[in-house]
């Protein structure tokens, strides 16, 4: 069988079946809504000095389940991870002339909150087999300047945040834990999200669990809570009355979330478990499958870590294929398994960084008469990153409900499929 031909060179696929859609949405959810819509309360915030400003009655049962399923003192609902993660970073104080050190393997919002405070994100290099930042790229990259860190826990993976911590704790930074991706994973028994001094989840469509837009960041301390809170909904108009002139130059936006989402999103956590528990269990039934090929390596978990494969990330060895990478996934995906190459492209490749003249085109954030540094988005910066995205990440979301383990093997057919073909590969790819 592994032997026929390629479905890329006109020989019969692996699979000719789609995989199964993954949708959670459900009654639970269905319900929560009606009971929101009957309400007739769609939004319950108001920014004025009243109990409203802190929102609806659903958005602070969605706070008060994160709180608990966490175990966090905190969690600050907002309209998305990306408006949390600012929120973040402006509730850390953070603005024109400060660093941050951030991972460019990441989606982009982990660096652009740090320019949305007119602040420079630093690129430090991630670790080669977990994707995560690795803390001696980042305590090179520390400065009178830096202010904090973002940590993002890739994929479902944890950073290695016990040591990002010692390194805040040590240069008295902040540590924002970016968690979009890993909700419910653990570090040395601790949630993910409630390590850093702030953790943000998100709650867009494509994340274990979703209300279609939302973010949630998490926090024991209650001035950082405060400042989230005043953040999210037009704080500039409540401040006098908590008498702290800290305060009075704080700028809210509208982050605002509606009871329509928090509503479906307090019936999402109550899934999250589960959900997850189908992850891993797939996930660790691939990675057993696959523990025959070296030619292509697994996802690696952390020690004393749990993962909770947001996406299963393998590597491809290449001296092993003779093929480039990214023919490996165009004969994968002919064959019926949905793969894709290298995660996202490292974010100081991007043309924001490369070539943005950022906000307004005069050039704010590094080119901002404050920032007295020298910052760097040249090609080679992150030369781990970037070897990973261009030439030995490939990616599947097949290990996720509703599919099952035979659907799982598929992939590990293909692979075989694939590999036992690769002079056909390799003539195709030059040819
Ligand atoms: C999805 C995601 C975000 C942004 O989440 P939104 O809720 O869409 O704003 C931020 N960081 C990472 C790592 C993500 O995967």
Not at 246 to 269: D, F, H, K, P, S
């Amino acid at each position: 069988m592994s032997l026929t031909r390629l479905a890329l060179l006109g020989g019969e696929p692996v699979r000719r079946k789609p995989y199964p859609a993954h949708n959670t949405i459900g009654e639970e959810e269905r319900a929560a809504v009606t009971s929101v819509l009957d309400s007739g309360l769609l939004s319950g915030f108001v920014a004025g000095g009243s109990e409203e400003f802190l929102g609806g009655p659903e958005v602070r049962r969605l706070e008060a389940a994160y709180c608990a399923k966490f175990r966090a003192k905190h969690a600050v609902a907002f309209n998305s991870a990306t408006s949390a993660l600012h929120a973040c970073v402006a509730a850390a104080g953070i603005g024109p002339g400060d660093e941050v050190i951030t991972s460019p393997y990441s989606m982009s919002a982990s660096a652009t909150c740090v320019l949305m405070q007119n602040a420079v994100p630093v690129f430090a290099d991630v670790e080669e087999r977990t994707f995560c930042l690795d803390p001696d790229s980042v305590v090179k990259l520390i400065t009178p300047r830096t202010r904090a860190i973002v940590a993002v826990n890739l994929l479902g993976q944890p950073a290695e945040l016990g040591a990002l911590r010692e390194i805040a704790r040590r240069h008295a930074l902040r540590l924002i834990e970016d968690n979009a991706q890993a909700p419910g994973a653990t570090y040395r028994g601790r949630y993910t999200g409630t390590i850093g001094d702030m953790g943000v989840f998100s709650l867009n469509r494509h994340k274990t669990i979703q209300c279609g837009e939302g973010g949630i960041a998490v926090v024991d301390d209650s001035n950082l809570a405060l400042r989230l809170q005043l953040l999210r909904n037009h704080g500039e108009t409540v401040v006098e009355s908590h008498g702290d002139p800290t305060l009075y130059g704080m700028i809210g936006w509208n982050y605002r979330m509606t009871e329509l989402q928090a509503a479906v999103a307090r019936a999402q956590v109550q899934k999250l478990d589960w959900l997850n528990a189908w992850r891993v269990r797939l996930a660790e039934h691939l990675t057993k499958r696959l523990r025959g090929c070296e030619y292509l390596e697994p996802p690696a978990v952390r020690a004393e870590c749990s993962h909770v494969y947001y996406s299963y990330a393998m590597r491809i060895r290449s001296d092993l294929w003779g093929v480039p990478r990214d023919s490996v996934v165009k004969a994968l995906v002919a064959e019926g398994i949905p793969v894709g190459r290298g995660y996202a492209k490292p974010l100081h490749l991007l043309p924001l960084f490369r070539r943005g003249r950022h906000v307004g085109g005069r050039g704010c954030g590094p080119a901002c008469p404050a920032y007295q540094g020298n910052v760097d988005y040249r090609e080679g910066l992150c030369p781990v990153a970037e070897r990973l995205y261009r030439d030995e990440v490939l990616t599947t979301n097949i290990c996720r409900y509703p599919a099952v383990e035979a659907d799982v093997d598929d992939l590990v057919a293909a692979v075989e499929k694939v590999f036992a073909n690769r002079d056909a590969l390799r003539g195709w790819s030059e040819g």
